[in-house]
């Protein structure tokens, strides 16, 4: 059981806004520590999406957008595209946890 | 432009032992650390350990800890990280990604092709 809790799977339609949660505690997100977000397609490398809660690196759609509350982070996805179908990934650093990064368990986004 | 090599895939059976190396290029080595992740099948990411080029620290997920030892190498710039007394459970694809010198966590903008392990008798 992951540290950070995503749901499993979101889907939606194409043109459409979909978000991402990723559920912390204390010793992480609501500690104040940052959040990145990686997008993670079926036999290809992990792609970061977003980085430090709000921040789209280089030659990342501004579709994709970032934010952070309390304990809690979130990914939305807006004017949904087929090729935005992939496993996203939220990750964050843990106190508790001897200092250990932590990922999401995964949202697996479907593009109906 | 900063790129990660990570070694060929690897057949073992229980009990033995894996080493997975990352050599990496176009960045000053020692000015960053590495975060190893796998990825079981049909499973999500797991974050494995990081390691500081700078420094040397380390640190382990709990459930790895005892079994796996990351290391660097300076010289060649490259990383490794040795899984001990493997079990099926460990098959999965390993990815090292570059990452903070230090023990704050850096987004992993870049990442190995990954290297698949598979643990069978």
């Known amino acids: 059981q992951s540290v950070l809790t995503q749901p499993p799977s979101v889907s939606g339609a194409p043109g459409q806004r979909v978000t991402i949660s990723c559920t912390g505690s204390?010793?992480?997100?609501?500690?104040?520590?940052?959040v990145h977000w990686y997008q993670h397609l079926p036999g290809r490398v992990p792609k970061l999406l977003i980085s430090n809660n709000v921040n789209r690196p280089s030659g990342v759609p501004d579709r994709f957008s970032g934010s952070k509350s309390g304990t809690s982070a979130s990914l939305a996805i807006t004017g949904l595209q087929a090729e935005d179908e992939a496993d996203y990934y939220c990750q964050s650093y843990d106190s508790s946890l001897r200092g250990s990064r932590v990922f999401g368990g995964g949202t697996k986004l479907s593009v109906l | 432009q900063v790129q990660l090599v990570q070694s060929g895939a690897e057949i073992k059976t229980p009990g033995a032992s894996v080493r997975v190396s990352c050599e990496a290029s176009g960045y000053t080595f020692s000015n960053y650390g590495f975060t190893w992740v796998r990825q079981a099948p049909g499973q999500g990411l797991e974050w494995v350990g990081w390691i500081s080029a700078y420094t040397g620290d380390t640190k382990f997920a709990q459930r790895l800890q005892g079994r796996v030892t990351l290391t660097t190498d300076t010289s060649t710039g490259t990383a490794y990280m040795e899984l001990r007394s493997l079990t099926s459970d460990d098959t999965a694809v390993y990815y090292c990604?570059?990452?903070?010198?230090?023990?704050?966590?850096?987004?992993?903008?870049?990442w190995g092709q990954g290297t698949l392990v598979t643990v069978s008798s």
């Open positions: 990604a570059r990452d903070s010198p230090a023990a704050a966590v850096s987004p992993l903008e870049y």
């Open positions: 204390g010793s992480n997100i609501g500690a104040g520590f940052d």
